[in-house]
Structure formats: C-alpha cells, structure tokens
C-alpha cells in the first residue's frame, strides 16, 4: 500500500485549509509577511503536491508596507461554492501588546489560478476568519474574537454573522457561536455538515507544543455545542519523543470515496543545548480520519497523537514536474518559489530586461526595513540542504552590500556579502544578527581587482550547523567564516512571537539611496537526502 510521508508540505507551510473540488484537492496556507501572499497547492493523489497559485500578488489584494514580522496573511481559509473559488485571509497590521489590527478579506476566482477578485472588506474583530457554505445557500463567516481589554480574556470565543454574496457584505448581528474548551486559546474555526450535524473544528492550545485540534457538534448553528468526548481530536502534547510536535490548526476534506483525511499544521524539533528549536518553521501533515458509530470522528490509527506515516487513499498516482534545483535567471519572471518581504516583486527593482540572462537588483532599504527591501528568498526544506548563486557586483563605498543569505526576520539572519570596506576595500564578508544584536565581520576577505566581481556564493547546512563558502564560478570552494548555528533561525529562538521559518535567498542593499545594482546568474538550492 503507498503511504504518505509526512509533513506533505515541508518548511513554513502553516494553517492549512484543505478542500476538494471533484479529482482535484487544494491546501492553502500562511505566508504572513512574505510576498504574494497565500501558497495555495494541488494534489490529485494525496501523496504528490505542486504549488499552483499564490493569488494575493497585487497591492490592491495586499499591501503589507510596514507590517511587523510574523504580520500580514494569518490563516487563509479556501473554500468552493457557486462555481468559484471563495477565499479569505486577516491581513494582520499590528499583533503585539493589548490589540490586534486585523483586516479579514475575502476574494473570489472562477479558478485557483484566477483572476482573483477584488477584495471585499468584511471586519476587524479578530483573526482567523473562514466561510461556511450551508446546504440551503447562506453563507457565514467565522473568525475568532479577540478582546483587548484590560484583565479579560483575549481569545474571547467564535463569532458568527451571516454574508449577503448578492451585496458582496456582512448582515444581520454577529454573534459568539463557541466559547471555546478547557484548553482555552480558541481559533482556527471551521464549520462542514455531516449526517445532520454541524461539526465545528478549532484550533486550541497556542501555536507552541500545547496546539491542538479540537472539535465540538450541533444540531443547529444556534447550538447548543457538544464538544468531542476525547477532546482534544489531534495533539502531540503527551508524547514529547513524537516526531511531528505543535500539531493543530486543522481542517478536514471528503474524498468521493467518502474516507475522509485531517490536514492539520505541525513542526519537526531539534534538540539543542537543551531547547527545541524548529527551522523548518510549522509545516503540513495530513492525518486518516475514520467515522466511529457514536458520530465522531477519531485518528485512524488510534490515539490523538500524530502519525509520521499513513495510508494514502486508493486514487491513481499523478506526479508532478520537480522544480529543478538551479533556476537561470533568463525568463520573463522570477520562479514562483521565490518570495519577497512585504511588495510586489516588480521591475523596478527586480529587473530581468536590464541584463538579459540576469537578474538585476537594485540596492534599496537595509535588512531591518519593513517597506522596501530588494531581497528574494525561498523556503528551507530539509534540515540537510546546500545553496549557491552566481553574482556581479561592483559596489562603490560602505552603503551597498549584495549576496546570500539565511533570513528568518529583521532581527535574526546571517549574511555572506561583497561590499566595501574604508580601509581594505572590496571585501566578502559573513554578517550574523540575533535577536536585533549584529555583529561585526565574522570573517573578512579582500578581494582584489578594480572591475566587476564575479563570484560564486555557497552555503552548507548539516542539520543545526550552518557554513558559508565561497568560489570563482570554476574554482574549488573555500570555507568562509565560522560554522553557524542554523536552529537559531526558528521560531523557538527569536525574540517576540514568530511564526515563519527559515529562508535562504539573496539580496542587496544601498543605505546610501543611489540603488546601486548587483547581477545574479543562477540561485541554486538542492536537499541532501
């Protein structure tokens, strides 16, 4: 029998939400302050997934200038009805402190690769909104309810108000649908019919190892609500050996063959010094649910801890084309698995015209900016990994730098890059900050000559160690700068609450304004297996 591997959807997959629509089932999740915004992916075997949408790609869809770190699109819930695509997403403004500014959105496709409509403003009253299709056609959003005022309860239960699609708006009152169980920390909700019940999922716990998924039933979406007797339906909480942790926020699909699966979000520890950390970010598993006579539904395989390895249903193998492992700059647009912090990546500082068979970008705000940095980066998804690039750059003075780097946010990244120095002049150098603290060059290497430089910039990572190098493009690499900690990068070890994982791309900067530019051939990311 074939089996599914999980996590499906390796490195920074968060919050997924699952649906079918006939062969084919779609999971979109979180890409918060990364741009565009929501990766919305394709199976039609349950095994083999493709990226085949990332529709927030417009400012009037998202504009997330400014955004904190961990902000910008929380839990976007896909759904189908009517013939299209209904999507919705908080793009979240500002999180820390007593209030949360969340804006929930919705917008609409007739396919998942678009158009994507224009969005439609729904409310501010907390996160984690979704849209539930009834049988008899209204429709209803839920979010979560956060409450900001002093010595309350923050997660303050589910809110209900029906949406008018004919008016493109909310009516009638909201209304608090669920408080919420013991576990407390109520979001994620998500609302599917079965057998004469409303069954209502949630995420409880926290995001940390506590998560989990919860489930309660009604008769009526005016209750009362009965939760799972063996509540909670999915956690790792009592089995800390499990190697899939944080497990919740999930989301339930039907296959036509009328089995049904839990796609839920977990994450993949290692241990150092005594901590857990987890690089990869929170990433997407898939669970077998089976219906038990009492009407609930439990794990399969018994238990409410998640499995490493489960039955994949009985549909026909559909594969799909492998992105290859170094993409030449020499098309008309940057590959989508790409993503850039907070705006569109547009040709005025993402130019692939200006120097046909490169990538050009140009030097704007430093790597603390939360407007417009010109950096490019995609997931890291294994723990044993290796990337390289190929890059021109001929900076002037101290302002501009260029090269590769491993970013989680802001404040937590190591930066292999070419620049100048007062005294010795161009130099590759390695850069590391943590929590906000930068320090200086780890290693500093002249490099010599007047004209434009032409290297190759490589990292290394080996589980929890990290290492730079460098080459000309023919020459043998040479090490450069310590071996680095690469569990640093998650959300275990920031400071603040963090939500992401670790990415590895390349960038540039001028803190002088003039947009000095660096070339880049090729990026290169490969998994060592």
């Keep these: 029998?074939?089996?599914?591997?999980?996590?499906?959807?390796?490195?920074?997959?968060?919050?997924?939400?699952?649906?079918?629509?006939?062969?084919?089932?779609?999971?979109?999740?979180?890409?918060?302050?990364?741009?565009?915004?929501?990766?919305?992916?394709?199976?039609?075997?349950?095994?083999?997934?493709?990226?085949?949408?990332?529709?927030?790609?417009?400012?009037?869809?998202?504009?997330?200038?400014?955004?904190?770190?961990?902000?910008?699109?929380?839990?976007?819930?896909?759904?189908?009805?009517?013939?299209?695509?209904?999507?919705?997403?908080?793009?979240?403004?500002?999180?820390?402190?007593?209030?949360?500014?969340?804006?929930?959105?919705?917008?609409?496709?007739?396919?998942?690769?678009?158009?994507?409509?224009?969005?439609?403003?729904?409310?501010?009253?907390?996160?984690?909104?979704?849209?539930?299709?009834?049988?008899?056609?209204?429709?209803?959003?839920?979010?979560?309810?956060?409450?900001?005022?002093?010595?309350?309860?923050?997660?303050?239960?589910?809110?209900?108000?029906?949406?008018?699609?004919?008016?493109?708006?909310?009516?009638?009152?909201?209304?608090?649908?669920?408080?919420?169980?013991?576990?407390?920390?109520?979001?994620?909700?998500?609302?599917?019919?079965?057998?004469?019940?409303?069954?209502?999922?949630?995420?409880?716990?926290?995001?940390?190892?506590?998560?989990?998924?919860?489930?309660?039933?009604?008769?009526?979406?005016?209750?009362p609500w009965e939760v799972h007797p063996e509540n909670p339906l999915l956690t790792a909480l009592h089995e800390p050996g499990n190697p899939l942790q944080k497990a919740g926020h999930g989301s339930l699909v039907e296959l036509s063959s009328g089995q049904w699966y839990l796609a839920h979000l977990c994450s993949r520890p290692q241990e150092v010094d005594g901590q857990k950390r987890c690089m990869l970010g929170r990433e997407t598993a898939l669970q077998v649910i089976r219906w038990d006579a009492d009407g609930w539904p439990r794990l399969a395989h018994g238990g409410n801890a998640p499995a490493l390895r489960i039955p994949a249903p009985e549909l026909p193998e559909h594969s799909w084309p492998k992105v290859p492992e170094r993409l030449p700059f020499d098309g008309k647009t940057v590959p989508d698995c790409f993503h850039s912090l907070r705006v569109p990546i547009t040709p005025d500082w993402a130019d692939l015209q200006a120097r046909p068979g490169f990538l050009r970008l140009r030097g704007r705000e430093s790597l603390s900016s939360a407007f417009e940095q010109s950096l490019l980066a995609r997931r890291i998804q294994t723990f044993e990994c290796r990337a390289a690039l190929r890059m021109e750059f001929t900076p002037t003075d101290y302002h501009q730098a260029a090269g590769l780097?491993?970013?989680?946010?802001?404040?937590?990244?190591?930066?292999?890059?070419?620049?100048?120095?007062?005294?010795?002049?161009?130099?590759?150098?390695?850069?590391?900050?943590?929590?906000?603290?930068?320090?200086?060059?780890?290693?500093?290497?002249?490099?010599?000559?007047?004209?434009?430089?032409?290297?190759?910039?490589?990292?290394?990572?080996?589980?929890?160690?990290?290492?730079?190098?460098?080459?000309?493009?023919?020459?043998?690499?040479?090490?450069?700068?310590?071996?680095?900690?690469?569990?640093?990068?998650?959300?275990?070890?920031?400071e603040g609450e963090g939500f992401t994982g670790a990415f590895v791309g390349f960038c540039c900067q001028d803190h002088a304004g003039d947009e000095r530019p660096a070339d880049f051939a090729w990026f290169e990311y490969a998994e060592n297996h």
């Design 405 to 494: 780097i491993v970013f989680y946010n802001h404040r937590n990244w190591a930066y292999l890059n070419v620049t100048i120095h007062p005294d010795e002049g161009r130099v590759l150098e390695v850069l590391r900050c943590e929590n906000s603290f930068r320090s200086e060059a780890l290693e500093r290497l002249p490099l010599p000559g007047d004209g434009s430089l032409d290297n190759v910039l490589k990292l290394q990572i080996r589980s929890t160690r990290l290492q730079f190098a460098w080459s000309k493009p023919d020459g043998e690499a040479r090490a450069i700068g310590p071996a680095l900690d690469a569990s640093k990068y998650s959300d275990d070890y920031v």
């Design 1 to 223: 029998m074939t089996e599914i591997a999980n996590p499906i959807l390796p490195g920074f997959h968060a919050d997924p939400s699952i649906c079918r629509v006939g062969d084919d089932y779609y999971i979109a999740t979180s890409t918060f302050e990364w741009y565009p915004g929501v990766c919305i992916y394709q199976s039609r075997d349950l095994v083999h997934w493709r990226l085949v949408a990332r529709p927030l790609d417009r400012p009037e869809l998202l504009d997330m200038r400014g955004n904190p770190f961990s902000g910008g699109v929380w839990a976007p819930a896909l759904s189908y009805a009517d013939e299209q695509f209904w999507l919705i997403y908080t793009d979240m403004k500002h999180y820390e402190g007593s209030w949360k500014d969340a804006r929930n959105l919705l917008v609409t496709a007739p396919s998942v690769e678009g158009p994507w409509s224009g969005p439609v403003r729904l409310n501010c009253s907390g996160f984690d909104p979704s849209l539930f299709h009834d049988e008899d056609g209204r429709k209803w959003l839920l979010n979560q309810q956060w409450n900001g005022r002093p010595g309350q309860r923050r997660f303050d239960g589910i809110l209900i108000q029906e949406y008018d699609a004919s008016q493109a708006c909310l009516t009638g009152e909201p209304r608090r649908l669920f408080e919420g169980t013991e576990l407390g920390i109520t979001e994620g909700p998500h609302i599917f019919r079965k057998d004469g019940f409303y069954y209502l999922i949630c995420a409880e716990g926290g995001t940390q190892f506590e998560h989990a998924v919860t489930l309660a039933r009604s008769e009526s979406l005016e209750g």
